[in-house]
């Protein structure tokens, strides 16, 4: 074993964990921590320019790459800049690992500068955190962050590091294995249950698979695909589940839930068989829970125990990783033959899809926010796809046909805005060569508009496209339905110049209002080696729809009018 000081340790734990790219931004407590990265050639270090942005980035790595996020800030408002990012992983089950630098131990609790109880202030939002006392402890601490963050449900884990540790020297004695006595995620899933969701499978007269992010994370799409394939029985998805089937997959009903596809939303008000994969019964696909799939038994499978039961009763719970539980059941239903087809609920389902399928009235006098969608579909049909939060996200995942597992980064249990443009570039990053397009509002992009430097200084080329409506469209929407439209400080009228903005960022920029200027601005954004952002004027009033009322049930939906169907 060799001595090695804090921060070293630091940079051969990230070497020992293969890590590639962390993000970050220095500071006084981290001093000894970047001095160190400074000395090291393991990782590739990525300079953003809020430590918001850090954790954005890195957890959109993290959803691209399926690997662990890393993300390395200082102490004070250096870390509470970054509990939006961290809110926003533990919320959707991702995999990071933050490292914060903290004063000294001998100036905790004592109002220093920029001291900050980080561990109690994180707390809440990640799925453990650790403040270092004694070097001694530091090699384990370092090695179970990483196996936390990947391993059970993914998480979010904070090491706070004091910056006498970060100096001290100590034995570096890494573990290669960690065994916990308090977490030991189970993987298997118990047989008997299994066994009885087979059954409950060939018996179901109107059987439904409800996807949820955890198909993703668990890296299950192949097996669920062969399922859906193999039963016959249709299925929903979650916003963060959109890619675990094909969009043209014939059983794949779309998104469901508040503004999910009226088909969807019927499906899951009338079936028999409930069978949750990975998902936490949220409530944007519940609505009101007292009418959420009352005629149905329901079945969940989750790898997180705490999660089943917890919002929606489980008639039957699996624990277990979706993957492993999706072949056992595979090989269960293959012992016999699985002769249900399904067909008079397969009729219904259509009747629902003809009589409101997902549809919009497209405009040669103004632009369709759906229409430019699907027309980036049509253009870079392979790209992977970020969002920000608020109509533009939801047009997205109704428009846009996702066909394969992390296709899609976006921020769903928080709705963090503000989320997308550092998004972009950790995607970017974790996906290399292939296209990445961040959908982002003209609200939202504003909120880390800076990271386009960060684009620009690392050559990081994205494509941003602004939805733009001159409003605070979901809030507008809200407004106009449920509050006589008082307009109350949603109105974006006023507007900076964005491609100003764009170009003082080393960026290209393009004013778009018609089609024609979309599509060769698009192209023009393929082909250039810059970062681009697309400024398009949208049809200002223009709603996302259907959509269930806050707190109403999920089959009382407020749909599109005759005309536009």
């Known amino acids: 074993m060799k001595e090695l000081s804090g921060s070293a340790m630091i940079c051969e734990a990230l070497k020992e964990e293969k890590v590639k790219i962390v993000f970050g931004y220095p500071g006084g407590a981290a001093l000894n921590i970047y001095d160190e990265i400074y000395n090291q050639k393991y990782f590739k270090h990525i300079l953003v320019r809020h430590e918001q942005a850090a954790l954005h980035a890195a957890d959109a790595y993290a959803r691209m790459s399926g690997e662990v996020g890393v993300a390395i800030v200082t102490s004070g408002p250096g870390f509470t800049n970054t509990i939006t990012g961290l809110a926003t992983a533990y919320s959707d089950s991702i995999p990071l690992v933050l490292i914060s630098g903290q004063v000294a131990n001998s100036l905790i609790g004592t109002d220093a500068f920029q001291e900050i109880d980080a561990v109690g202030i994180s707390r809440p939002c990640v799925k453990h955190n650790y403040l270092v006392t004694c070097i001694e402890e530091f090699p384990r601490i370092l090695k179970e962050a990483f196996y936390i963050a990947r391993s059970g449900r993914p998480g979010p884990v904070h090491i706070d590091v004091p910056k006498d540790v970060s100096a001290t020297l100590g034995l570096w004695d890494y573990p290669k294995e960690i065994?916990?006595?308090?977490?030991?995620?189970?993987?298997?899933?118990?047989?008997?249950?299994?066994?009885?969701?087979?059954?409950?499978?060939?018996?179901?007269?109107?059987?439904?698979?409800?996807?949820?992010?955890?198909?993703?994370?668990?890296?299950?799409?192949?097996?669920?695909?062969?399922?859906?394939?193999?039963?016959?029985?249709?299925?929903?998805?979650?916003?963060?589940?959109?890619?675990?089937?094909?969009?043209?997959?014939?059983?794949?009903?779309?998104?469901?839930?508040?503004?999910?596809?009226?088909?969807?939303?019927?499906?899951?008000?009338?079936?028999?068989?409930?069978?949750s994969i990975g998902a936490r019964f949220d409530d944007r696909i519940t609505g009101k829970t007292s009418e959420f799939a009352k005629h149905a038994t329901i079945v969940h499978i989750d790898i997180d125990p705490s999660s089943i039961s917890k919002i929606i009763n489980a008639h039957f719970p699996v624990v277990g990783d979706i993957k492993e539980v999706i072949e056992e059941l595979l090989k269960e239903l293959k012992k016999e033959k699985f002769s249900t087809e399904f067909t008079e609920w397969h009729e219904t389902l259509k009747r629902y899809n003809e009589l409101y399928p997902l549809s919009y009235e497209d405009s040669d006098e103004v632009l369709k926010p759906q229409w430019v969608v699907q027309e980036c579909a049509k253009m870079a049909p392979e790209a992977r796809i970020i969002t920000d939060v608020g109509q533009h996200q939801m047009w997205v995942a109704q428009f846009y046909p996702f066909n394969y597992p992390r296709q899609l980064a976006t921020s769903g249990g928080q709705g963090t805005m503000g989320y997308s443009v550092p998004a972009a570039l950790g995607a970017k990053l974790a996906v290399?060569?292939?296209?990445?397009?961040?959908?982002?509002?003209?609200?939202?992009?504003?909120?880390?508009?800076?990271?386009?430097?960060?684009?620009?200084?690392?050559?990081?080329?994205?494509?941003?496209?602004?939805?733009?409506?001159?409003?605070?469209?979901?809030?507008?929407?809200?407004?106009?339905?449920?509050?006589?439209?008082?307009?109350?400080?949603?109105?974006?009228?006023?507007?900076?110049?964005?491609?100003?903005?764009?170009?003082?960022?080393?960026?290209?920029?393009?004013?778009?209002?018609?089609?024609?200027?979309?599509?060769?601005?698009?192209?023009?954004?393929?082909?250039?080696?810059?970062?681009?952002?697309?400024?398009?004027?949208?049809?200002?009033?223009?709603?996302?729809?259907?959509?269930?009322?806050?707190?109403?049930?999920?089959?009382?939906?407020?749909?599109?009018?005759?005309?536009?169907?």
């Not at 995620?185 to 060939?202: E, R, T, W």
């Not at 008082?486 to 778009?512: M, R, V, Y």
Request: charge should be neutral; aromatic fraction near 10%.
């Open 432 to 565: 290399g060569e292939e296209v990445v397009i961040n959908f982002v509002g003209d609200g939202s992009v504003l909120m880390n508009i800076q990271e386009l430097m960060t684009a620009y200084e690392y050559g990081i080329k994205t494509i941003h496209i602004i939805l733009n409506n001159a409003f605070l469209g979901m809030v507008r929407q809200w407004q106009s339905m449920f509050y006589d439209e008082h307009f109350s400080q949603t109105d974006l009228s006023l507007q900076a110049d964005f491609i100003k903005i764009a170009e003082g960022f080393g960026c290209e920029g393009f004013n778009i209002s018609t089609k024609q200027e979309f599509k060769e601005a698009f192209q023009k954004a393929l082909k250039s080696d810059k970062t681009s952002l697309l400024n398009v004027m949208i049809d200002r009033f223009e709603d996302v729809l259907p959509m269930v009322p806050a707190g109403g049930a999920i089959y009382n939906m407020i749909l599109p009018k005759a005309k536009d169907r």
């Open 179 to 275: 065994a916990m006595k308090t977490y030991k995620p189970v993987y298997k899933g118990n047989s008997k249950q299994i066994k009885k969701l087979a059954q409950l499978l060939k018996e179901a007269k109107r059987p439904l698979f409800y996807l949820g992010g955890g198909c993703i994370s668990s890296n299950a799409s192949e097996q669920i695909r062969e399922l859906v394939k193999f039963t016959k029985i249709p299925a929903v998805e979650t916003l963060m589940a959109l890619g675990t089937l094909r969009s043209d997959d014939v059983f794949n009903l779309k998104m469901a839930g508040m503004h999910g596809s009226y088909t969807a939303n019927m499906a899951l008000s009338e079936c028999d068989l409930l069978v």
